[in-house]
């Protein structure tokens, strides 16, 4: 590429074999490499056949990103706009599919617009979709909204379909300019109604992993059943200490167990996590089947679990009374909650009881005999982790980092698996006690990495883009508040103006807008600390059983300890490449669960159209408003033209929507009374119209109605708003019923991603799981009775 750089003109094969002196016994080789880089986009050839840059030809790589409505973007490797690719173009590509496009001009709404040159990679081989047929032509619609062709079935198949069924649809001809894309049918799901079937259609249609290989599976079968007496070698016994876990009541795995004790003035505090990288080896069948999920994926009664039951459900579980291998983090925290000693080994544990939420809360908070009689011994243990958990909480405080007000509700389940109810849930004090524990462990953990300046995955959390924080300080002050800080503002001043405003009536509103101003934590082998937390530095050490990253820092640990230097045998090694992957499983779970929640919640509310709804205005976008229903906690769309006989702009800086002619305006969090009238189950989208509204708790000062219409912002419309931030999932452990790998219990938890962007009441949070959308109300758990948690965000 520099040698085509330099000489400023197209060169012919022969000619650039001999400007970069290749031999000839090289050619066969050079021009494989060159065929590899064609295909890649790195080079182009023109129509003699000579190389050159497609930047010289002013044309640019990247990504389609498809649209419901038929049009699409390129996301673009290099920096710069994406790039608008009309109904036209997209008719030879597919979502994902990888183009060289060049400029052609610009379209109506100014974005850069481009021709598609050459299709570089397909990503496309498989589609899930619902069959139709009319007039004898049977075809498949995707259930992907974003791939908007529709693929015809080639006749004679092996399969039989009938109209109205879920197949899988393996391609056998691309789109082209001229021809939809054609495919035969490889697999018959069932019906669109049947029990379960939005989680096959999820699976497939995000491409989750949710086989294991024989390899596998074969593995998991050759481990011990127990700990064996050759594995306590090199590992301290804490048999005799009293951990415990605690957990949620039908919770079947547990991953950590706690215990606490006075020292002086201070506590000793022991965290031990199971030890999986002791089962998990590098390179193994195991491992590569982690890192290729990133996680578990927890979906309504089913959870796809990252690694097999044998080791979710038993050697990695410390379940009570028996032996388990763990790796512990022993701290010397004191009077004041400052961690002054550390330190890290391997151990072998013997967890004397396994309690639950309720229960320690009963024990220790309300003073309940029957609950008081169930622990036993134990009570004087548990009565040192509340006095370390307070002294915690004050210095949380102290540090100032950022508590965010979330809603949590339960899904109850009827016998079919469909939704009978959503009920709002509460937490207590014993969820944010293992909490607070989680995030000690997790900070010890990236110190002691950073220290010994070992590459590991940092869970990182950057503060505000400056556009971003200069529409919430110019929204702020329209109520005559400010966020200090500068242009740098730290977590505390977050918190110092969440404080001050938390007695006003208009609360949600403020926190809703503050919450969306910040980023979205990522996973990163570059340290640069984590905003909402208000930590230096921060991994995720505490979950190794359903997180990739965790097992990840588990192995580094262990390689600091015996002097080694680890290097996963992922991406060669590459930790920004498995950060990156990591994180794409991490939202790619996020996507697939908000899809089978979205139907679900369809399917609950199709037999009550005509019903009317109190709730509130959860987003606001160019297309209309999204509001949460009260006592059901559901969402729907007020479209634009459901608001009344004016012309409505879009407000982005105010999240607002404002009338050209009245003025009237509508903005996030207002109070609002809607009529269901529409639910499409096929789109996922129940639609909802404006009764009564808007009334809110207080009315904006200064800038009169018209005024504010004047400041309309014309941005693109898209299917759900965006939200710059995830908020950790504060979810209890339940017991899932796996319909994939029979037998296998999971929990969500979300303990070492607790309070990432710190919502407001530090639990057991343990999930990092990315969510982009303002619309994110994500129940996230069921019990096997139908227990189910949701927030509304996640770092």
Same mark, same amino acid.
């Given at each position: ?644 006989s004016d012309y409505f702009h879009f407000d982005e800086a105010h999240h607002a929507l404002v009338g050209e002619r009245t003025g009237e305006r509508y903005r996030l969090s207002d109070r609002v009374r809607v009529q269901l009238v529409r639910v499409n ?79 407001? #009441? =530090?639990? /057991? @949070?343990? %999930? $990092?799981?990315?969510? !982009? *959308?303002? &619309? +994110?109300? #994500? =129940?996230? /758990? @069921?019990? %096997? $009775?139908?227990?189910? !948690? *949701?927030? &509304? +965000?996640?770092?």
């Amino acid at each position: 590429m520099q040698t085509l750089a330099e000489h400023g003109v197209p060169l012919a094969f022969a000619n650039l074999a001999t400007a970069l002196d290749i031999l000839p016994v090289e050619l066969e080789f050079f021009e494989r490499r060159m065929f590899a880089m064609e295909r890649d986009g790195q080079v182009m050839r023109n129509r003699r056949g000579d190389y050159l840059l497609p930047s010289k030809a002013d044309l640019i790589r990247g990504t389609v990103q498809g649209h419901p409505d038929g049009y699409g973007f390129v996301v673009t490797d290099e920096e710069g706009p994406d790039v608008f690719l009309s109904p036209n173009e997209m008719r030879e590509v597919l979502h994902g599919d990888r183009v060289m496009v060049r400029l052609a001009g610009t379209d109506r709404r100014g974005r850069p617009e481009g021709k598609i040159v050459e299709v570089l990679e397909r990503a496309n081989t498989r589609i899930v979709g619902r069959v139709l047929v009319e007039h004898g032509v049977a075809r498949v619609v995707p259930e992907n909204r974003r791939i908007a062709q529709e693929v015809l079935l080639a006749p004679g198949g092996k399969k039989k379909v009938a109209a109205g069924q879920v197949v899988v649809v393996e391609l056998i001809e691309q789109p082209t300019r001229y021809a939809q894309p054609i495919g035969q049918v490889v697999e018959v799901l069932g019906n669109y109604a049947d029990p379960g079937m939005e989680i096959e259609i999820a699976l497939r249609k995000h491409e989750l992993p949710f086989e294991f290989s024989k390899a596998a599976k074969e593995q998991a079968r050759r481990l011990p059943d127990k700990v064996r007496k050759m594995d306590w070698k090199g590992r301290a016994d804490l048999t005799a200490l009293p951990l415990v876990t605690i957990d949620g009541e039908t919770a079947r795995d547990f991953d950590d167990a706690v215990y606490c004790e006075k020292q002086g003035r201070g506590f000793r505090l022991v965290v031990a996590i199971a030890d999986v990288s002791h089962y998990v080896t590098v390179g193994s069948a195991l491992d590569g089947e982690g890192y290729e999920r990133g996680n578990s994926v927890y979906f309504p009664r089913r959870v796809i679990p990252m690694l097999p039951e044998k080791l979710s459900n038993g050697l990695c579980s410390l379940n009570p009374q028996v032996e388990r291998l763990c790796m512990v983090c022993d701290m010397a925290i004191s009077q004041t909650g400052a961690i002054k000693q550390y330190r890290f080994y391997p151990a072998v544990m013997f967890s004397k009881a396994r309690l639950t939420y309720n229960q320690v809360a009963a024990a220790l908070y309300d003073q309940d005999p029957a609950a008081i009689d169930s622990v036993g011994e134990l009570l004087p243990h548990l009565q040192n982790l509340d006095k370390l958990f307070r002294v915690l909480l004050k210095a949380r405080a102290k540090r100032g980092a950022i508590d965010f007000e979330t809603q949590e509700t339960r899904m109850i389940f009827d016998d079919n698996g469909k939704i009978e109810k959503i009920v709002p849930e509460s937490r207590n004090d014993a969820h944010r006690l293992i909490e607070e524990c989680m995030l000690a462990a997790n900070v010890c953990a990236s110190e002691f990495l950073s220290a010994h300046e070992h590459p590991a995955l940092y869970r990182v959390h950057e503060g505000p883009t400056p556009e971003k924080l200069a529409k919430l300080r110019e929204f702020l002050g329209e109520f005559g508040l400010q966020l200090g800080g500068g242009e740098e503002p730290h977590a505390s001043d977050y918190a110092k103006l969440l404080e001050k405003i938390q007695d006003r009536p208009d609360l949600q509103l403020l926190q809703t807008v503050m919450l969306r101003s910040l980023r979205q934590a990522v996973y990163s082998p570059d340290n640069v600390g984590h905003f909402g937390l208000a930590y230096e530095a921060y991994t995720h050490f505490t979950s190794p059983i359903r997180r990739y990253p965790d097992l990840l820092v588990h192995r580094a640990i262990k390689a600091v300890l015996t002097g080694e230097q680890y290097t996963p045998a992922q991406e060669g090694g590459v930790w920004d490449e498995i950060g990156l992957h990591c994180s794409m499983t991490e939202r790619r779970a996020d996507e697939a669960d908000r899809d089978v929640e979205n139907w679900l919640k369809c399917y609950y509310m199709q037999d009550r159209i005509g019903e009317e709804f109190d709730g509130s205005v959860s987003a606001v976008v160019p297309f209309g408003l999204f509001v949460a229903l009260d006592d059901v906690f559901v969402e729907g769309l007020v479209h634009i033209s459901d608001l009344g006989s004016d012309y409505f702009h879009f407000d982005e800086a105010h999240h607002a929507l404002v009338g050209e002619r009245t003025g009237e305006r509508y903005r996030l969090s207002d109070r609002v009374r809607v009529q269901l009238v529409r639910v499409n189950m096929e789109a996922s989208k129940i639609d909802f119209r404006l009764i009564q509204g808007p009334r809110r708790p207080t009315e904006r000062v200064g800038k009169t109605e018209r005024e504010r219409a004047g400041v309309a912002a014309v941005v693109p419309a898209a299917e759900t708003p965006l939200a710059p931030v995830e908020l950790r999932r504060r979810v209890v452990k339940s017991d899932v019923a796996v319909e994939a790998t029979p037998g296998v219990g999971a929990k969500k938890k979300a303990r070492s991603s607790a309070k990432e962007a710190a919502p407001s #009441k =530090p639990g /057991k @949070s343990k %999930a $990092g799981k990315p969510s !982009k *959308k303002t &619309k +994110a109300a #994500k =129940p996230r /758990k @069921s019990a %096997a $009775g139908g227990a189910k !948690k *949701k927030v &509304k +965000a996640r770092v």
